[in-house]
């Protein structure tokens, strides 16, 4: 199963680098990962200030530019996960906040570790808002004649 982890921290360890001994570590610990074949995919993500959020509400959207001084927490960095189990994708997430504890006193924040939906789960129908939704989801197609692969088809 693939999970999704991501770290989450106070901004103000964007204001300067990583100490380069928990880099290093990350280094290390990623190639193995990779090697193993329990992380797809990872990346870190630039401070706030760099960012805008896309909001909706009241039916209306919104851009703000960053940084998103409301903000107490940003998400850091991600991984993509592909392990046996959550207990295997939970383990490597405590691995990963285990690196920092060692290599950045002082640093505060927490992973979070959530299953990602894959389309082979065997949903054949997901529910949204009252409306039945087939297409690139389910394994049922349910596409309207003449559709493109992927594109959905709404029942109210």
Known sequence: ?????????????????????????MGKF??????????????GLLPSKDGVRVRLANGKITVTDGPFSETKE????????????????IQIA????????????GFEGESEVRPMFDPGMGLELIRFGGHQMKGRYGVDDGRREGAAPGEAELHG
Not at 30 to 43: H, I, N, P, W, Y
């Open 74 to 89: 940003v998400i850091g960095g991600w991984a993509i996960l592909k392990t046996d189990s959550k207990a295997e994708a």
């Open 30 to 43: 990623v190639e193995e990962s990779f090697r193993k074949g329990t992380l797809v995919d990872t990346g």
């Open 1 to 25: 199963m693939k999970y999704l982890t991501f770290i989450r921290h106070s901004e103000s360890y964007r204001e300067s680098p990583p100490p380069p001994a928990l880099m290093e570590a």
């Open 94 to 105: 405590t691995q990963f906040m285990e690196l920092h504890r060692k290599h950045w006193p």
